[in-house]
């Protein structure tokens, strides 16, 4: 069983609407949760991390993590054209250097 | 921000001939990777690194070797490529110190012909 799933698959918004993709871990262990962002013909990037229960926003970004459903959640609100991207959810362990992708979710914010 | 730098950026080779992508990072961090991607799918992990001197094997590592002569250079090498290795590589560098967080490499873009 795969460790980390993604939904959807893909998704698409217009632009300025709120686009919602989810996460969902199988390994109580982890504790360690970061959103990274790929745009075509680039490497995955880094977008966004969060560690405790809870909300964080940065930005047009909001993650949010429920350690208790192993669930979390990226919100991007005020979606623009330059998001459209492939979203990639990780999650890791404090001791253990392993670091679980999900497959992805393709957004598409159509102008 | 913290470089990782993949070379070549793409690389073309015949069936059964040796294949080396190499990954150098100047971030100082301790693990390093090995992914592949292909379309349709995500991120498959084929080795990492603990730090100098040592390998471990990811979830696909069937058909590849890697080498980390140093902190800074982690290599994958196909020893007898096949046309099923074309894919897109990328090398990604991390540890406690960036909590977690990874730094990818730009790609290589391999097609085994």
């Known amino acids: 069983q795969q460790k980390v799933q993604q939904s959807p698959e893909s998704l698409s918004v217009p632009e300025g609407g709120m686009a919602s993709l989810n996460c969902t871990s199988s390994d109580r262990n982890f504790q360690y949760f970061w959103w990274y962002r790929q745009h075509s013909g680039e490497g995955p990037k880094a977008l966004m991390?969060?560690?405790?229960?809870g909300d964080k926003k940065e930005g047009r970004f909001t993650a949010h993590l429920n350690k208790a459903s192993l669930h979390v959640s990226l919100h991007i609100r005020d979606s623009q054209p330059s998001d459209s991207a492939l979203y990639f959810c990780?999650?890791?362990?404090?001791?253990?250097?392993?670091?679980?992708f999900g497959d992805g979710t393709q957004l598409v914010v159509k102008p | 921000e913290a470089a990782v730098t993949q070379s070549p950026r793409n690389k073309v080779a015949v069936t059964g001939g040796k294949v080396t992508l190499s990954c150098n990072q100047t971030n100082n961090h301790n693990n390093m990777y090995w992914y592949r991607q292909d379309t349709g799918h995500g991120l498959r992990l084929i080795h990492y690194?603990?730090?100098?001197?040592?390998?471990e094997k990811g979830d696909i590592p069937d058909g590849y070797k890697a080498s980390r002569p140093s902190q800074e250079n982690f290599s994958l090498i196909l020893e007898l490529a096949t046309p099923s290795q074309t894919s897109v590589y990328f090398c990604?560098?991390?540890?406690?110190?960036?909590?977690?967080?990874?730094?990818f490499g730009h790609g290589t873009k391999l097609s085994v012909l």
């Open positions: 690194s603990y730090g100098a001197g040592s390998t």
């Open positions: 990604a560098s991390g540890d406690w110190t960036s909590n977690e967080r990874l730094f």
């Open positions: 990780a999650a890791s362990e404090h001791s253990n250097n392993r670091i679980f």
């Open positions: 991390s969060i560690f405790s229960d």
